[in-house]
């Protein structure tokens, strides 16, 4: 049996597992973490995605499949099928019902107290679901999680959003050579919006408030969160931010300046 594996003391990089669909069913454990920790799963949609479809219309609810069929793109609608499929049938071994049983819900926005803060469900699980052409990524804590993966930008995305990162980490874009930054924008924008999921609010608390760097490894911080990057295929970057346990969420005062 597959066992989830955390981050890797040496590199400082959590290992997620694959997501595998059979033709019975799912293959692999149910999540499992260390108090405080996550547990990370990787899907792959191009592989999982024909299996998905298959199971969609008896598991995802009927705002999923709405939703799904929105999508204009085929590669976005296999995407979301995979991942939310996948998101069910973990949380369903989790919660041990099955997956079209789980109940998803919002929990109130930190910043409005309106209904689209973090994603939650019943049974003393939290959990962060992000998907970027192709990939998706699922986590699962005892405390506030989120992730956030996304396609390596090209050279001119950079240039067109850099200005909204923290200032320390405009300067740090701009000391690279050019063809450096955006692998290294990329890192620090899933760093800072795996943490800004995991409070409930996405990106409409901005980025320029907290700096999580744009090196190889994250920086410390922010207040009351660990940040770590995630192992995923090459041209994807990939961050997840946990929640400290006993410690609650970073005020605007605390954050850095």
């Known amino acids: 049996m597959i066992q989830p594996r955390g981050p890797r003391e040496d590199v400082k990089v959590y290992q997620p597992d694959e997501f595998a669909l059979t033709e019975t069913g799912y293959r692999g454990p149910a999540p499992s973490w260390a108090p405080g920790a996550a547990a990370l799963w990787v899907v792959d949609a191009e592989l999982q995605g024909g299996r998905a479809h298959q199971l969609a219309p008896d598991i995802l609810d009927a705002e999923e499949l709405r939703r799904a069929g929105s999508l204009i793109a085929a590669a976005d609608r296999r995407c979301y099928v995979a991942s939310h499929v996948a998101l069910r049938v973990l949380l369903g071994a989790w919660l ?67 200005y909204q990162l923290h200032p320390a980490e405009i300067r740090e874009l701009a000391e690279l050579p050019e063809e450096q930054r955006p ?68 005020r605007d005062d605390d954050r850095r300046k």
């Open 183 to 250: 692998a290294a924008f990329v890192r620090a924008w899933t760093r800072k919006e795996a943490y800004l999921k995991g409070k409930g609010i996405g990106l409409a608390d901005g980025l320029s408030h907290d700096h999580v760097g744009t090196g190889p490894r994250p920086q410390p911080g922010p207040p009351g969160w660990t940040v770590t990057d995630v192992a995923v295929p090459a041209g994807y970057a990939a961050a997840v931010a946990v929640r400290t346990a006993g410690q609650s969420p970073a």
């Open 96 to 162: 041990e019902i099955a997956p079209e049983a789980v109940v998803l819900r919002r929990e109130p926005c930190p910043s409005c107290g309106g209904p689209h803060g973090r994603p939650a469900t019943d049974g003393g699980v939290h959990f962060s679901l992000s998907h970027s052409r192709g990939v998706a990524l699922l986590a699962f804590a005892d405390v506030p999680v989120g992730v956030d993966v996304e396609l390596a930008p090209q050279a001119r995305t950079v240039s067109d959003i850099g």
